[in-house]
């Protein structure tokens, strides 16, 4: 009798496992590491399975145009996320969870970033690492900011760009770059602390990196409680603790 009911209990558990919810986050790649924190806390009170897909967050619009099963998008800017709420890709219009923060980033040894970018017309300085403009966010933001420094002409020559912040990030880290602009959310995780040197942009001297995610159409059905639920908790108290350790700036 025992053993029935051990056989029924586990069935029991085998059942309810089966119907736990399962969500596809696709997430801007200066959160790649943020991201990780904040499913590690969210799951210590649920246990939802969170998959992450990370990118570009122009390439993971497109992607989301073309019918890809993400739940939620976690986008580095506005524009991308209000894009897909306006061409009824969303459930809600999207909201804003942090502002990021751009550095100029190097691991040589022999080169001090400087917030005024003098040093990049140095002859010392033979490539320069930057996302691509037109699909990361961070990319947009460093460009904006050689130009009104009244570089980019100057330094264009110089420039190697990468798909999304991560690999420009990887440029810089392992020396395929000798400098480049990144997120302050990277140089800060643990992964990449005290690896070179960085110094924090003048946030006026660039547009606002303002931050947004946005509940996508995916997410109707089963397991739209658990992704509205997931959705509410990154803009949190919790999660804005996070951020704000993570480097970005919160409300």
């Known amino acids: 009798m025992k053993k029935i009911a051990v056989v029924l209990l ?4 085998s059942c309810q496992s089966s119907k736990q ?14 991201i990780e924190a ?12 969170i998959d992450v897909v990370l990118g570009a967050s122009g390439k993971l619009t497109q992607q989301i145009m073309h019918d890809a099963p993400f739940d939620i998008f976690v986008s580095a800017d506005t524009k991308f996320p209000q894009t897909l709420a306006d061409a009824h890709f969303a459930l809600e219009p ?4 942090a502002q990021g923060v751009l550095v100029l980033w190097s691991v040589r040894p022999e080169i001090q970033p400087a917030a005024d970018l003098g040093l990049l017309q140095d002859t010392v300085i ?10 990361a966010p961070y990319g947009s933001a460093a460009q904006s900011l050689l130009k009104k420094y009244d570089l980019y002409n100057r330094v264009s020559s110089k420039l ?6 991560t690999q420009t990030s990887q440029f810089i880290a392992t020396q395929s770059a000798d400098i480049g602009f990144t997120a302050k959310s990277i140089v800060v995780s643990k992964e990449m602390k005290d690896k070179g040197k960085w110094v924090e942009l ?3 001297d660039y547009p606002p990196i303002e931050q947004a995610a946005v509940l996508l159409k995916n997410a109707r059905g089963d397991h739209e409680a658990a992704a509205r639920k997931f959705y509410n908790f990154l803009c949190s108290p919790t999660a804005k603790a996070i951020y704000k350790q993570s480097g970005y700036l919160v409300k």
Request: aromatic content about 8%.
């Open 160 to 165: 190697v760009t990468g798909e999304s912040i």
């Open 202 to 204: 003048n946030a006026g």
């Open 10 to 13: 586990l069935a029991f558990i």
């Open 126 to 135: 033979k490539s320069i690492a930057i996302a691509n403009p037109q699909t």
């Open 94 to 97: 999207p909201r804003v969870y």
């Open 38 to 49: 904040l499913v590690t806390e969210y799951n210590k009170t649920d246990q939802t399975k």
């Open 21 to 34: 919810p399962k969500l596809t986050v696709a997430v801007a790649a200066n959160m790649q590491y943020t």
